[in-house]
């Protein structure tokens, strides 16, 4: 199957720095790869769509010079915590667009990143 | 733009039987309904999905209905095992356009 994975799984920094996460699909190439927020006990919240080779499309409400994000290879997209503050700790999660059998798209989702700002 | 409606948002059942996790939504254009397995401190894990061109779909002990009619699909476990206990998260999309997830169903398989 597919298999998305992230780097780092968790990460604690402190406050002013910037943190990058790292999304890889392993086995196949997605020309398109999402990044998601979740707070404990809700729903995955779309940040942003990351297309390689063009800029991000990011949801509304979501800062683009906070939340710097980079899809430069078809199996690498990054998202980079710029001046992380505690408000920022959450759980990110990224997910790829698998082209499927004849056409047929499937979201596949890596294993989360936890961020936890002092 | 699409919402989607989960319920329950905790579903208690005993293992061997039978648990039903339903979800509406709302954009008549939508056509693609995957679910996810969530499991603590992990990822969403793909574990069914059906597209509007047919009304239900089938592996091993899980299954998926929808009705675009009434505009909502559903998702069944059969004969479950605590392994199943987890958050399941019912989504809807158009083509290729970005998933829109319901809020979640804890699942709590007691054995």
């Known amino acids: 199957g597919a298999v998305v994975s992230q780097h780092p799984s968790w990460v604690i920094c402190k406050s002013g720095t910037s943190v990058k996460i790292e999304c890889r699909s392993l086995?196949?190439?997605?020309?398109?790869m999402f990044w998601y927020r979740q707070f404990p006990k809700q729903s995955l919240m779309l940040m942003a769509t990351?297309?390689?080779?063009?800029?991000?499309?990011?949801e509304q409400g979501v800062e683009k010079d906070k939340f710097l994000i980079n899809h430069a290879s078809l199996t690498l997209s990054t998202l980079t915590v710029t001046s992380a503050h505690p408000e920022d700790s959450s759980f990110y999660i990224c997910?790829?667009?698998?082209?499927?059998?004849?056409?047929?798209?499937?979201?596949?989702f890596g294993p989360g990143t936890r961020l936890l700002v002092l | 733009g699409e919402n989607v409606e989960q319920h329950p948002s905790t579903l208690s059942v005993q293992e061997g039987d039978s648990a039903v996790i339903k979800c509406t939504y709302s954009d008549s254009a939508s056509n693609y309904f995957p679910w996810y397995k969530q499991e603590l401190g992990k990822g969403p894990q793909l574990i069914i999905d059906?597209?509007?061109?047919?009304g239900e779909k089938k592996d091993q002990r899980i299954a998926v209905t929808l009705n675009k009619t009434a505009k909502h699909f559903s998702l069944h476990i059969t004969e479950t095992q605590p392994e199943d206990s987890a958050v399941y998260f019912c989504a809807a999309a158009q083509g290729a356009q970005k998933l829109v997830f319901g809020q979640g169903t804890r699942l709590t398989i007691n054995p």
């Open positions: 086995d196949f190439q997605a020309t398109t």
């Open positions: 997910s790829a667009r698998h082209p499927g059998l004849a056409g047929v798209e499937t979201q596949y």
């Open positions: 990351s297309n390689e080779g063009s800029k991000a499309t990011y």
């Open positions: 059906i597209r509007s061109n047919v």
